[in-house]
């Protein structure tokens, strides 16, 4: 059930290459944005996936 706490481990990993004169600052905010809502993503896709795996136990 939702109602109990389940560990989760969700982790991104990127690898860029950088070209000279980027700005490195606003490529890591650009990266940091993109890596935080892709493990967002993740994590609702679990809590929806346990959410309806729930619902078929409670039929």
């Keep these: 059930m939702l109602q109990q706490y389940e560990p989760i481990d969700v982790h991104e990993s990127v690898t860029v290459q950088l070209e000279e004169g980027d700005d490195l600052e ?7 944005t993109v890596i935080r809502e892709n493990v967002e993503r993740r994590v609702l896709k ?8 729930d619902e078929k136990d409670d039929d």
């Design 26 to 32: 606003g490529v890591s905010a650009e990266l940091d």
């Design 46 to 53: 679990r809590v929806l996936q346990k959410k309806m795996e």
